[in-house]
């Protein structure tokens, strides 16, 4: 969906972490990993720590997987995002900031604003997060019912997580 002013408020309801190892114009990952666990039938390793693609340079990409409900024309919506490489120090950042304050993640409207980077010859945004204030009742009744019905979908790796460039190896 579109981002207005590249920023975007919700309730975070939801993260996974994700990895996958996926080769050129394969429908599926050789190998995957929801929160550092296995999800193929033949992984690489016996978990994600151990793996030698899972190193830092490795060939086996790290993403975290935001799932937020946002208002959007009036009406409240579940989103899902990936988080590329490069935004996950911002969303750590913003994960520690919360702890210090005591705050659990869906207590809190989360600010996620898109800042461009520019390097060499490269272009990219990184999901920068702050906070907008803590979530009100409604907001907090939503995004329980949005986490109920996300439990019984979870747990998918899809090409729709990877489809950034340099996520599939030629």
């Known amino acids: 969906e579109d981002v207005p002013g590249n920023m975007l408020t919700g309730i975070v309801f939801a993260v996974e972490s994700i990895r996958a190892l996926w080769m050129h114009g394969d429908t599926t990952p050789l190998c995957s990993a929801l929160e550092n666990k296995p999800t193929v039938d033949e992984p690489l390793s016996d978990s994600c720590h151990s793996c030698k693609e899972g190193v830092i340079g490795g060939r086996c990409k790290p993403k975290m997987r935001l799932w937020m409900l946002v208002l959007v024309e009036g009406e ?44 060499n010859n490269y272009r990219w945004a990184e999901a920068i997060f702050s906070m907008d204030g803590l979530a009100d009742a409604l907001e907090l009744k939503k995004a329980k019912a949005a986490l109920d019905e996300f439990n019984e979908f979870r747990q998918v790796i899809s090409g729709r997580d990877f489809v950034e460039p340099g996520d599939k190896l030629d």
Request: hydrophobic content about 40%; cysteine-free; overall charge positive.
């Open 76 to 119: 409240w919506r579940p989103i899902g995002f990936n988080l590329s490489p490069t935004s996950l120090k911002h969303w750590n950042g913003h994960i520690q900031r919360l702890s210090r304050s005591r705050l659990p993640l869906v207590a809190v409207r989360t600010v996620v604003s898109l800042q461009d980077v520019k390097k």
